[in-house]
């Protein structure tokens, strides 16, 4: 018996350091590289959604402020017809959302405005790379996390051009390269060709996310600003299809039946609730 006792230690060592190693491999393969070991928390992926109860402001914006603009951003600002917040009107158009019965809305949110829209998003973590997936018209957006550097001159894009790198257990996003057709939220904060956004992503507890994000536009603000995003698990919940076009037939149909385009309201891919898997 103390025989086969002894054997069986040196055996069971050799399971463990095996183990050790195929774990480690996995990781690796699975994104996990780079991470402080025992920490899965720092899994990022999942699918989200929106977590602000009680803040009327957080259906529009990132912040209850309005931030100090320059010349340039007040302008711009006051030239916007937001469909929703304080300044909504019956005749917006917003590029998302018009409400005027007779544009469909179908071009990108931007970041970071894509969050304020009321629909899912997927995160899937990779080696040297992580891919938010949104439900909102199915925008992708890549985050490369394998060390490259901006583009010195990079093209002008709706989405911009994502780098990101981990410290500790947060993702933090850098992305320049924005054109200036986008707002920063649904209330009509503009930006311009020389937007920088930070991101800086979370996981406090295995259910809910968290999003903190710095604005830094010299040309449109006179100071960078930060406003956040909370947002919890649907761990049974996959992305839906959205087909944007739909809300032209939508919109007719609606003006059809009432005679009368009553705004500010939604398109009913807009309002649509998520639902569970069956």
Same mark, same amino acid.
């Given at each position: 018996?103390?025989? !086969?006792?002894?054997?069986?230690? @040196?055996?069971?060592?050799? &399971? ?5 190693? /195929? ?7 699975? #994104? ?7 920490? @899965? ?5 999942? &699918? ?5 109860? #009680? ?20 302008? !711009?600002?006051?030239?916007a017809k937001p469909s929703y917040g304080p ?10 959302? @018009?409400?005027? #019965?007779?544009? &469909? ?14 629909? /899912? ?8 790379? &992580? ?14 996390t394998d060390g490259r550097q901006h583009p ?42 020389? /937007? ?11 259910d809910a996310l968290e999003i903190n994000i ?19 698990? !649907? ?44």
């Amino acid at each position: 018996m103390r025989n !086969r006792f002894a054997v069986s230690i @040196p055996a069971l060592a050799t &399971v463990l350091v095996l183990s050790s190693v /195929l774990h480690a491999q996995t990781a690796g393969q699975s #994104g996990a590289a780079k991470r402080p070991a025992g920490t @899965p928390s720092l899994d990022l992926s999942g &699918v989200w959604e929106a977590n602000m109860p #009680g803040l009327p402001w957080a259906t529009y914006s990132f912040s209850p402020n309005i931030p100090p603009m320059t010349s340039w951003g007040k302008q !711009r600002y006051l030239s916007a017809k937001p469909s929703y917040g304080p300044r909504a009107v019956d005749d917006s158009t917003d590029y998302v959302n @018009p409400t005027t #019965g007779k544009d &469909v809305g179908c071009l990108p949110p931007g970041v970071p405005r894509i969050y304020i829209q009321p629909f /899912l998003f997927e995160i899937v973590e990779s080696p040297g790379r &992580v891919i938010q997936l949104f439900e909102f018209d199915h925008h992708m957006r890549q985050i490369f996390t394998d060390g490259r550097q901006h583009p010195k001159d990079p093209d002008l894009t709706w989405m911009g051009h994502s780098i990101g790198r981990y410290e500790g257990d947060t993702l933090v996003i850098d992305t320049i390269g924005f054109n200036d057709k986008t707002w920063i939220d649904r209330g009509g904060l503009p930006h311009s060709d020389q /937007l920088h956004v930070i991101e800086r992503i979370r996981r406090p507890s295995s259910d809910a996310l968290e999003i903190n994000i710095t604005i830094d536009d010299p040309k449109t603000y006179t100071k960078t600003w930060s406003g956040y995003r909370n947002f919890k698990l !649907r761990p049974t919940w996959n992305i839906e299809e959205f087909i944007c076009a739909d809300n032209a037939d939508y919109n007719e149909e609606f003006i059809n039946k009432s005679g009368a385009y009553n705004s500010p309201k939604p398109s009913k891919q807009q309002t649509k609730p998520a639902k569970p898997n069956k």
